[in-house]
């Protein structure tokens, strides 16, 4: 039986340091909370904003996935493995850092005077001290097409725009028509975030953006859009989960 864990918008941790807004699905950094470290094997869904000619400066990571889906703007990606591009709406990119990596993250450099707004994810590799990496590639056509469409991943056969290495664990994204439904992967784990618009959930109810859902042994229910406007919903499919993180 299916289990909803829903999580609202105005709930999440918040971090605001002028340059920075940005909300907390789980702890990071200062903000820390001992029953809200992770969720199958994600521990990082920030939704980020970042002012223009700002951004993270040069910062390390180690052992981890990192996926980036950019909601608008653009933001440039730089890293010590000479890894660099432009992360704009629509293109999916994932960062392995593996045994120890550099990056950056700024607002595009081009001279915008927009914010960028996106959402980073990171999941636990199933392997530690891997070689780092980088791969971006844009998903749009596939968008187009409706449904939920499968962007980062690392499932045995499964067709994704970009691997991660995590073999129980795949990002999918569904860019709702109004109106429009989208059918929910089987898993004991299925992370739900709403990026716009606003969703109605099967058995957890109406989702407006910012909002997210934690199911537990998720059974194919149905997420759609209201009739008079289009939506987008982030969703982790996890096949296994973490015992502490």
Wanted: glycine content about 10%.
């Amino acid at each position: 039986m299916t289990t909803f864990d829903v999580r609202r918008a105005g709930e999440r941790f918040h971090t605001r340091a002028g340059w920075l807004d940005s909300h907390h699905s789980f702890s990071f950094s200062r903000h820390y909370a001992p029953d809200n470290t992770h969720f199958g094997l994600l521990l990082v869904s920030n939704d980020d904003v970042v002012a223009p000619g700002t951004g993270f400066d040069t910062h390390p990571h180690r052992d981890m996935e990192i996926v980036t889906w950019v909601l608008s703007g653009s933001l440039v990606h730089q890293d010590s493995e000479g890894h660099n591009g432009i992360i704009h709406p629509g293109l999916a990119q994932r960062m392995s850092a593996g045994r120890g990596i550099l990056h950056s993250e700024k607002n595009d450099a081009a001279g915008s005077s927009e914010p960028v707004h996106f959402v980073q994810m990171w999941v636990v590799p199933d392997e530690d001290g891997i070689t780092p990496g980088y791969q971006q590639q844009d998903v749009r056509a596939e968008l187009d097409r409706g449904g939920l469409v499968p962007i980062a991943s690392g499932r045995p056969g499964h067709d994704a725009a970009i691997r991660i290495h995590q073999r129980d664990a795949a990002l999918h994204v569904a860019r709702l028509p109004a109106g429009g439904s989208a059918t929910l992967p089987d898993a004991p784990f299925a992370h739900v975030f709403v990026t716009r618009g606003i969703v109605e959930l099967e058995g957890a109810g109406v989702l407006a953006a910012g909002d997210a859902v934690r199911l537990s042994d998720a059974q194919g229910q149905r997420v759609s859009a209201f009739a008079d406007e289009p939506a987008e919903v982030l969703v982790w499919e996890m096949h296994a989960g973490l015992t502490h993180a």
